[in-house]
Structures are given as C-alpha cells and as structure tokens.
C-alpha cells in the first residue's frame, strides 16, 4: 500500500495458494503471524532481511519478522 515514516511498508496482510502469509513484495513470518494477526490486518512492517528460504525466494526475496498493527495505538 505505502511507505511511511512508522515504518518500511504498510499494508494487509494475505495469505497465496501456497499457504504463505505475505504483506506486498513481503513474506511474513509464519508461525508469527499465524499466532498474533489475522488475514486483511493492517501492519506496518518495521524491518526486513533477506528471505532465508530457497523454496519461497524466488517469489519473496524480501521477508520481515517485526512488523505490528497500523492501528494498533500502543
């Protein structure tokens, strides 16, 4: 959706065919996401590496394990 100054990306999070959660070009962690967000969620996504995993590289060579609400007011 954006860039913005609370954070690298802000947007929803969804999940492809294949079962991976992701938020844009980012592939979301898991097991994180999975325990504390659910589809359509706005996040802000505030760091990213580069995706670890050869299996989903090559759709997702960004991938990011912080990121929170974008309405969360904390």
Partial sequence: ????????????????????????????????????????DEINIKSVIENPSDISYNQYPKKSKIFFLANDKK
């Fill in 1 to 40: 959706m954006s860039k913005d100054k609370k954070g690298i990306y802000t947007g929803i999070i969804e999940k492809d065919e294949k079962g991976n959660y992701f938020c844009g070009e980012y592939l979301l962690d898991y097991k994180y996401t999975e325990a504390n967000f659910n589809l359509g």
